[in-house]
Structures are given as C-alpha cells and as structure tokens.
C-alpha cells in the first residue's frame, strides 16, 4: 500500500537575527530548516540592526534554497517588534516562528 501523501497549506518560516547572535548558529538554524522534509514556502528574516560580514555570508548561502525574504532594520529592535514587520512581510497565512539558533530535527513541520 502507497504511503498517503500529507496535504499542507504552503506556510512562511518567521526568524529575527541581530549582530549578538552567533553566526554559527544562524549556519546551523537555516541549515536545519533547509534539511526540513516539508520545506516552508518562503522564510522572512528580519535583521535586527547591522550584521557582521559573517552574518550575511551565511544568509546569501541559504537565500536561494529557502526562498529568504530579508528586512534590515536599521538598528537593534526588540524582538516583538521585529516579529510584527515579518508578519506583515509574510505572504503565507500560517506562519511558524523559528529562534536563530534553533536546529530543528527533520521532520518538526510535519508534527
């Protein structure tokens, strides 16, 4: 018998970086999200104030594969804020919150 293929409404992935968070494990977070077996259709990355160099390198290795909407804001914002103009920016109506050094097992958006 088949395995029954799972229907899902498409949905944006909702992150906020800032230059204090490592970029390291923003590598790893986005990684984690690309390896996801139910990708999202798009991510909204907020960047909160200026990032490093290092930063952006990491954000240009996964802009492609994760469909990355990124917001800079010009200065550091405090994160409620920073999620309210990704939601705005997201044009899925579910939207699931990811932190930037979260990794997140394979099959979370399934569960």
């Known amino acids: 018998m088949a395995a029954k293929a799972i229907q899902c409404p498409p949905f944006t ?3 906020v970086t800032h230059a ?3 970029s390291a ?3 790893k977070a986005l990684q984690s999200l690309q ?3 139910l990708r999202p ?3 909204v990355l907020i960047c909160s104030g200026p990032l490093s160099d ?3 390198s990491v954000i240009a290795e996964h802009s492609g594969a994760l469909n990355i909407k990124r ?3 010009r200065r550091n914002r405090p994160l409620g804020f920073s999620l309210n103009v990704g939601l705005r920016i ?3 109506q579910w939207v699931a919150r990811m932190d930037a050094d979260v990794i997140c097992v394979p099959d979370s958006y399934l569960r």
């Open 90 to 92: 997201a044009s899925s």
């Open 71 to 73: 917001v800079d804001l």
């Open 13 to 15: 992935a909702l992150m």
């Open 25 to 27: 494990f923003l590598r």
């Open 41 to 43: 259709a798009e991510t």
């Open 35 to 37: 390896d996801q077996t």
């Open 54 to 56: 290092a930063h952006i």
């Open 20 to 22: 204090g968070d490592k």
